[in-house]
């Protein structure tokens, strides 16, 4: 019996033992994790817009005013009538003598517009004046009752077939003067041609005096 009271006693003291190292555990603290240097989530300031300097004139330039001077002509202050003409080879040459009747100075420049007109009431009768490039254009400056002209040629309608011209008798010259839009109207007694086809009218620029 004393055997195994002893042996009881010494597998109980080894028992106690075994279970007080299991259970013996470390105080130290729990290590943390390692901290990850990743960056913040702002991101770097944005690069500043470069402007590349202007690489010829602006788009808008002030334009300079305009010189004064004498206006154009108005036709309500023309006196429009046709000098002394003359005939040559199939074609009559009459100037168109335009005078400033204005109490101020004014100005022509360029081509009158001229047509044929007939019937009653007057209609166009064919094309109207081509312009012919004898001169060059200039500015004509007209005191008041200063005058300036332009050379109308007027081709003989006989010179062209009937059938192709269209004989029509007519009364009256219709004249623009330059840069208007308001006409005159000149007694003028002719042969035109109603085809368009067929210009027989052509008138040159104005120039300074009466032209005769």
Request: charged content about 5%; overall charge positive.
């Amino acid at each position: 019996m004393k055997v195994h009271v002893a042996e009881t006693v010494l597998i109980g003291s080894l028992a106690l033992l075994v279970a007080a190292c299991g259970t013996s555990s470390s105080s130290g603290p729990a290590s943390s994790p390692a901290s990850s240097s990743t960056p913040g989530a702002s991101s770097a300031p944005a690069a500043q817009p470069t402007t590349s300097p202007a690489s010829g004139p602006a788009a808008s330039q002030p334009t300079s005013p305009r010189a004064a001077g004498p206006a154009p002509c108005a036709t309500a202050n023309l006196q429009v009538k046709l000098g002394t003409g003359q005939g040559a080879a199939g074609s009559n040459y009459v100037p168109i003598v335009f005078t400033n009747t204005g109490s101020a100075s004014c100005t022509l420049y360029g081509y009158p517009g001229v047509s044929l007109a007939g019937g009653s009431p007057p209609a166009q009768i064919g094309a109207a004046a081509d312009r012919d490039p004898v001169s060059q254009a200039k500015q004509i400056s007209l005191a008041p009752g200063g005058t300036g002209n332009a050379v109308l040629r007027v081709t003989v309608a006989g010179n062209y077939p009937a059938a192709i011209c269209g004989p029509t008798p007519a009364t009256t010259l219709v004249v623009y003067p330059p840069n208007q839009t308001a006409s005159v109207s000149v007694p003028y007694s002719t042969t035109g041609c109603s085809s368009q086809k067929i210009t027989i009218l052509h008138v040159t620029v104005v120039q300074a005096g009466s032209g005769g």
